[in-house]
C-alpha cells in the first residue's frame, strides 16, 4: 500500500462544456415545463454538502418522470456531447453532484413510486427517487423493512450510486450486499437490466455492483430492486457512555471479534454530544457514548445486550441507558442522525469537511486515537461520529469557508487521516464515494493500474465521457 | 423478461488458436520444469466435471509458483495471442476450463499458501490454490471459520471465479459477500490489487466483484482476501424427511420467509437418498428430505430448530433427528456432498447435465415441482438436490455419454427448467456459472443490452481475446 502522495482535491478543477443553444431547444421541445433555465432552479442543482463552494451550475435541469425520459435527455446530451448529472435530495458530502464540465442536471425526484412489494420474497422494486424513510413507510404494513441508513433521508438512487451505508450496515450490509438488481440508462441512452430477484446468480459479469458506487460516472439508475428484512421480533436500543473514546472504541472491538450480532453501534464524541444536547434540547452526558440497537428474538436481544454489557463494564462503560419504546428509539436515532446538522450548527456559517475512512476492525483505536490527538492539537472546531461496528468513522472540521487557513489545515488533517488509514489496511471512504474530493486518494489507495483499469471501462462505456464527467477521476 | 430462445450450448465452438513454437520454447525457457506438454498432463487440463467430452486438450501446462509466473506466463501469452486458462482443482460443471480455443492451462496448486491470517480482523489472505477444506484446516486454532461449501473441495481461486456458494450461503452469502479483496493478472500481464482489508469501501468501481465471477474471463485471480467468522458457540444439525417434496420446499419458504437465521437448509429427493444410501452404506428413510443446520448461542440455536420443527409439523414433516457431535455433522454433511458422485455412480459410465436455477423464495415450489414432474415423465434417470434456503436447486440428468438422443432429451429438460426460471424472475445460474453451457441462456436472462455491455467490459480489459476465451460469450 502506498503512502498517500497528494493532498485531497481542494479545489475541483472546471472545464466548462457549454450546451449549445440547439440543445437547449431540443430538451425544451421534448421536455417542456420539465425542463428548467431558471437560475434558482439551476444554482440549486449546482450544490450538495460538501464544502466546495465555487462551480456554476448546470445549464438547465430536466425533471424526469420516466425512464424514457432519462434515456431522451440523456441521448439528447450524447448528441451535443454534454455531460449530464443524475441529482437526488442533493446530500452528497463529495462534490458528486457539481457541474465541474457544465451539462444538464437530471432530477430523478418525480421518479418517486414504489413499483413492486414482493414481501413474500423479501424484496421491493422502486424508482430512484424513493428516499429511504418514504420506502419504509409505504412497506410498513408488511411487516419488512429496509435497513441501510445513511443519516440524511436520501435516495435510494443515491444510495446505490455512492454504495452507502451507515448505521445498521454492522448485521445488514451495505447498497453492496442489499441492490438485487438494477434498470440503468446508459451513455448511448439505452435502458438495459442488471441482475434479477433472486437472492444470488453466477450469470455473467456483476453489473449490478458495477453500477453500485460508480457515483453517476457509468449511467444513470432509473429502478432498484433491493433486499428487504423481516422487522425484528424485538428491538432494544441503549446508550452507553465512556470516560474516553479508547474505552468505547475497544468495547465495540471486542463486541464484533466475539460475532455478537448487533444491529448498529455508533461512536459519537463528547464535541457531538453537546452539539447535540444544544440543537435537541437534551442533556445527555457530555463523554464518548455509544448508541446501540439489538434485533432478535426476546431471548437473543438480551443475551447480546447482557454480552456487550459485560464487555463495556471491563472498559468504564457506565451503566446501560435503554430505550425500550419505538418513541424513545426514533428521538435516540433522531439526536444521532443530527449529529452532522447540530455540530455545523454549532459554528454559524461554516462548512464541513467530512473524513470517510474505514479500516479492519482491530485497527479501529490506532486509526482514530491518532485523529482525535491530531484534530485537538489543531485547533479547528470538529466533531466525530462513527460506524464503528465496520470501523468507520467520520472526522467533521467544521471551517469558515472564507479562511483559505482553515480550509488548507482541515485538508491536511484529513490527509493524515486518510494516510494512516491506508498504512493501516483500509481504505479512504468507507460511504461517501470518491466524488470531486478523493479522487488523488484513490489512485494512492487502488495503485495507478486498479485506477487505470476503472478508467479504461469507462472509456468503453462512456466514450464522449458525458456521465457525471470529472468525479471518481481527475479530468 | 423474455423466454429463451435458444437451447444451451450442447456442442461448444471449437476455434483452435495453435500456440506458436516460439512460444513453446520461451516458455520451456523460462519455466523449466514447471513447463509441461505430456500428453497425460495436457488431457487432465482439458477436462472437468461437465459433460463436455470432446474438446482438444491445451497446448501445454504452466505450473505457477508465485504471482510473478502468472504474470510471465500471461505476458508471453499475450504476445503471441495465445489464450490462457486458469485451473485449480478441475471442479467446474460448466466446461469452464476446456481449451475450446487451444491455448495455455496456468496451473495454480502449487499457490497453496495462506499468506495472513488476521483473526482480530476477521479477514484472511490466500493464494488461489488453497481449497476451502485446507482453509479450515489451517485456521481450526483461530476459532474461526470459512462459510462457503460449494460440496467439492474446490480452490478459493475457482470458487471466487465462478462466484460460488453452495449450503450455508443462505445464512453468510456467497463468494460475492466474502471476497474483500483480490490480487488480480491482467491481460497485459500486470498484477492490480482490488480493494482492502476493510469491511466496506465505496472507493470507486467495484474491481472485486467484476472479477468475482468473471470465470477466468478478465484476469487471473492471484491472491484472495477473504471474510472469516467466529466459530458458533453453538451448532447443531438436523435432517427431517417429507411424504411429498412440496411439503419440503414449503417448509423452507416459510422458514426463510420468517427471517429464521437458518445456517444451512438443503433438500435432496428420494432418488438422492438412495443413492446417498448406496454409496454411504446408510439407512436414510427413501423420501425427499431436509438436511439442516442452526448456528447461534445454545438459546439460540434451540429457539431457530423449534420454531423450524413446528413449520416441519405443519407440512407433514416427521419428527427431526438429531446429529448433535461434530463426528455426526461431519458424516451428515459428507453425505450429503456425496449426493452428487453417489448418483453419478449410480449410473455406470454415465455423464451428468446439470441445472442450477435459483428464483425468487417464493416461487420455489412452481418452479421445482414442474421440473420434478418433467423429469419423472422423461424417463432419464436424475437426481435433484437443492440449497433452497437461498431458491436454488439443481437437477442432475445422467445421461450415456454416447446417445445423442438422451443428451437432446437432458438438453430440453434443462430448457425447460431455465425457462420457468426466468419467467419467474430467477436466473439461470445460482452458483456454477456461465461457462461453455448457458452463454445463450445468458443472453434471454439479461438481455442483449446487458450481455453487449458484458462484452465491452471484456473487449476493453482483453482486446486481444486471450483470457479463457469462448466462456461467457459465444466465441
Same mark, same amino acid.
Given at each position: 500500500m502506498n503512502a498517500p502522495t497528494q493532498l485531497a482535491h481542494v479545489t475541483p478543477e472546471i472545464r466548462q462544456r457549454p450546451a449549445p443553444p440547439a440543445l437547449i431547444d431540443a430538451l425544451k421541445s421534448r421536455f417542456g415545463a420539465q425542463f428548467s433555465e431558471a437560475m434558482a432552479v439551476r444554482e440549486q442543482h449546482g450544490r450538495d454538502e460538501s464544502a466546495f463552494t465555487t462551480v456554476p451550475p448546470p445549464a438547465g435541469v430536466v425533471f424526469a418522470e420516466s425512464t424514457q425520459d432519462v434515456q431522451d435527455a440523456v441521448a439528447l446530451c450524447a448528441q451535443h456531447k454534454v455531460p449530464v448529472i443524475p441529482y437526488g435530495v442533493g446530500s452528497s458530502l463529495e462534490g458528486h453532484l457539481l457541474a465541474v464540465q457544465g451539462g444538464i442536471s437530471i432530477d430523478l425526484m418525480r421518479m418517486n413510486q414504489v413499483l413492486a412489494v414482493n414481501a413474500e420474497d423479501l424484496t421491493v422494486t422502486v424508482q430512484p427517487g424513493v428516499t429511504r424513510k418514504q420506502l419504509n413507510d409505504e412497506i410498513k404494513s408488511t411487516g419488512l423493512f429496509f435497513p441501510i441508513d445513511p443519516g440524511a433521508d436520501a435516495t435510494l438512487g443515491g444510495m446505490s450510486a455512492t454504495r452507502a451505508s451507515g448505521t445498521n450496515a454492522v448485521r445488514y450490509g451495505t447498497m453492496r450486499e442489499n441492490v438485487l438488481a438494477l434498470e440503468v440508462v446508459t451513455a448511448q441512452g439505452e435502458a438495459i437490466r442488471t441482475g434479477t $430477484? +433472486? $437472492?444470488? *446468480? *453466477? +450469470? %455473467?459479469? =456483476?453489473l449490478t455492483r458495477l453500477f453500485v458506487g460508480s457515483e453517476g460516472t457509468l449511467g444513470v439508475i432509473t429502478e432498484i430492486t433491493l433486499r428487504l428484512y423481516p422487522l425484528p421480533e424485538a428491538v432494544s436500543a441503549a446508550i452507553c457512555s465512556f470516560p474516553s473514546i479508547a474505552d468505547a472504541v475497544n468495547t465495540v472491538i471486542q463486541t464484533i471479534q466475539l460475532g455478537v450480532p448487533i444491529a448498529r453501534v455508533e461512536l459519537i464524541d463528547a464535541n457531538s454530544v453537546r452539539a447535540v444536547n444544544q440543537h435537541s434540547k437534551l442533556s445527555l452526558r457530555e463523554e464518548p457514548m455509544l448508541l446501540m440497537e439489538f434485533h432478535g428474538s426476546p431471548a437473543s436481544v438480551k443475551e447480546q445486550a447482557e454480552t456487550v454489557q459485560e464487555i463495556a463494564r471491563d472498559h468504564q462503560g457506565a451503566d446501560f441507558e435503554w430505550a425500550d419504546t419505538p418513541e424513545e428509539r426514533t428521538r435516540l436515532w433522531t439526536a444521532r442522525h443530527n449529529a452532522y446538522f447540530a455540530a455545523v450548527q454549532s459554528r454559524p456559517g461554516c462548512r464541513c469537511i467530512t473524513t470517510d475512512t474505514c479500516v479492519p476492525i482491530s485497527r479501529l483505536a490506532d486509526a482514530l486515537l491518532d485523529s482525535v490527538a491530531e484534530a485537538d492539537a489543531s485547533g479547528i472546531p470538529y466533531f466525530l461520529v462513527g460506524?464503528? %461496528? =465496520?470501523g468507520n468513522f467520520h472526522m467533521g472540521y467544521l471551517i469558515d469557508p472564507d479562511s483559505d487557513d482553515e480550509r488548507t489545515r482541515a485538508e491536511r488533517l484529513n490527509h493524515q487521516v486518510v494516510a494512516r488509514a491506508l498504512a493501516l489496511g483500509g481504505t479512504c471512504t468507507g460511504e461517501h464515494g470518491v466524488g470531486l474530493h478523493k479522487m488523488g486518494f484513490l489512485v494512492d489507495e487502488a495503485g495507478a493500474g486498479a485506477v487505470a483499469m476503472m478508467r479504461t471501462i469507462k472509456q468503453a462505456l462512456d466514450p464522449d465521457n458525458i456521465m457525471n464527467p470529472g468525479k471518481v477521476f481527475a479530468v
Open positions: $430477484r +433472486a $437472492r444470488k *446468480s *453466477s +450469470a %455473467g459479469y =456483476d460506524h464503528v %461496528g =465496520d
